[in-house]
T-cell receptor
């Protein structure tokens, strides 16, 4: 069990640029979640995958955001035309069938300047 | 919709003193409940979880929490605070289906409580 891995750890980008983050979940976990956390707040749910299927999307996930999990293993989260309001920590978590709680990665901190 | 309220955005205790972090949930059916800890620039680490067994749940690092249905609470406690306990703590809830299990419902987090420990 190597844990949930997220890359990059930090990303600074100019407003209007596109960014992509990657999440590698625990290998036997079939459920994968993306959350966003802004300063002083708890994590907010963005989207959820079971295997390769994206089963739920939050209204927070605007059309500039897209997430994929093509082979049911790693996942990517892309933000197009970034805005300053996108600056946040993006957290990925995974869960196995028999688990109740999630295992989180260390997150990717995005700063849009 | 499920929700949690954490009372107190910041709690400060002396080293060796009791830690009490409050969490109340809103749900028509007793949900699954969790406490997570987050250290600066890190992800979240699970401290403990309540699923349906004992109402007093013991977790890592000496923390425990008690599920009280009558008070819709799941407060986190530790008898004696240590400097290394200073961190952000999040209470989270996941909906429990009437038929059992949580299905695919996502975790919903509170806003967090920052714990400071004074030497």
């Amino acid at each position: 069990d190597t844990g949930v891995s997220q890359n990059p750890r930090h990303k600074i980008t100019k407003r209007g640029q596109n960014v992509t983050f990657r999440c590698d979940p625990i290998s036997e976990h079939n459920r994968l979640y993306w959350y966003r956390q802004t300063l002083g707040q708890g994590p907010e749910f963005l989207t959820y995958f079971q295997n390769e299927a994206q089963l739920e999307k939050s209204r927070l996930l605007s059309d500039r955001f897209s997430a994929e999990r093509p082979k049911g293993s790693f996942s990517t989260l892309e933000i197009q035309r970034t805005e300053q309001g996108d600056s946040a920590m993006y957290l990925c978590a995974s869960r196995g069938k028999a688990n109740y709680g999630y295992t989180f990665g260390s997150g990717t901190r995005l700063t849009v300047v | 919709a499920q929700s949690v309220t954490q009372l107190g955005s910041h709690v400060s205790v002396s080293e060796g003193a009791l830690v009490l972090l409050r969490c109340n949930y809103s749900s028509s059916v007793p949900p699954y409940l969790f406490w997570y800890v987050q250290y600066p620039n890190q992800g979240l680490q699970l401290l403990l979880k309540y699923t349906s067994a004992a109402t007093l749940v013991k977790g890592i690092n000496g923390f425990e929490a008690e599920f009280k249905k009558s008070e819709t609470s799941f407060h986190l406690t530790k008898p004696s605070a240590h400097m290394s306990d200073a961190a952000e703590y999040f209470c989270a809830v996941r909906k429990r289906r009437l038929s059992g299990g949580g299905g695919n419902t996502p975790l919903v987090f509170g806003k967090g409580t920052r714990l400071s420990v004074i030497a």
